[in-house]
């Protein structure tokens, strides 16, 4: 089964203000957890990453948690823009090239 | 740079019959891998090749296949079509391998079986 799994499957967020998406996952061995975003019509495009060794790791207006204790991610997006608005996906992987997507949480920008 | 292509966009096949799905990857990524994508089961990994071999599988029946050619280039096949196949089939292509988690994705191939 996924070894990483997402708590809200729709999340919907006022443009300016700042959105947090949540996953939770089973696998401990993970080298990587990786967020994705996929638009309408589009394949995911990779977002930002962080080593199972990090606990934070800031991007534009992006910023990872990881919390190995309870094994939680969550993905941080600062002044929410309309272009925000997507299916994000985390995944996981042991650097083997195989990734291991979650549910999808979809992200809609109220105007 | 051209970003992963996949081709056809969208293809209607009947029970039974058989599908190939084709993809070029970003010139200079030599990693393929291929993705199936529903509402109901989400992303699920099919398989990667890299220089022509294949180097992981998911778990997918036999009647799922994939090769790479020299150039990079990849096919998958899925003989034997059944319904449950109508998904979204997405191909990746990636660089080093420390960097194997940072995949780019092709618009992909909407499959539909009736």
């Known amino acids: 089964g996924e070894s990483v799994g997402l708590h809200l499957p729709t999340l919907s967020v006022q443009e300016g203000d700042n959105s947090i998406i949540n996953c939770a996952y089973s696998?401990?061995?993970?080298?990587?957890f990786i967020w994705y975003k996929q638009e309408s019509g589009k394949g995911p495009q990779f977002i930002i990453d962080?080593?199972?060794?990090?606990d934070k790791r800031q991007g534009q207006r992006v910023t990872v948690l990881l919390n190995k204790t309870v094994k939680h991610l969550s993905l941080q997006i600062a002044a929410t823009q309309p272009g925000d608005s997507a299916v994000y996906f985390c995944?996981?992987?042991?650097?083997?090239?195989?990734?291991?997507f979650g549910a999808g949480t979809t992200v809609t920008v109220r105007a | 740079k051209a970003g992963v292509t996949q081709t056809p966009r969208y293809l209607i096949k009947t029970r039974g019959q058989q599908v190939t799905l084709s993809c070029s990857p970003i010139?200079?990524?030599?990693?393929v891998s291929w993705y199936q994508q529903t509402p109901g089961q989400g992303l699920q990994f099919l398989f990667e090749?890299?220089?022509?071999?294949?180097?992981n599988k998911g778990n997918f029946p036999g009647r799922f296949s994939g090769r790479q050619f020299s150039n990079s280039r990849s096919e998958m096949n899925v003989s034997t079509l059944e319904l449950g196949d109508s998904a979204l089939y997405l191909c990746?292509?990636?660089?080093?391998?420390?960097?194997?988690?940072?995949?780019?994705f092709g618009p992909g191939t909407r499959l539909t079986v009736t």
């Open positions: 995944a996981e992987t042991r650097d083997d090239y195989k990734l291991s």
């Open positions: 962080i080593r199972s060794n990090m």
């Open positions: 010139s200079g990524h030599r990693s």
């Open positions: 696998n401990s061995a993970s080298d990587y």
């Open positions: 090749y890299f220089s022509e071999t294949q180097r």
């Open positions: 990746a292509s990636s660089t080093t391998r420390d960097r194997a988690h940072e995949q780019y």
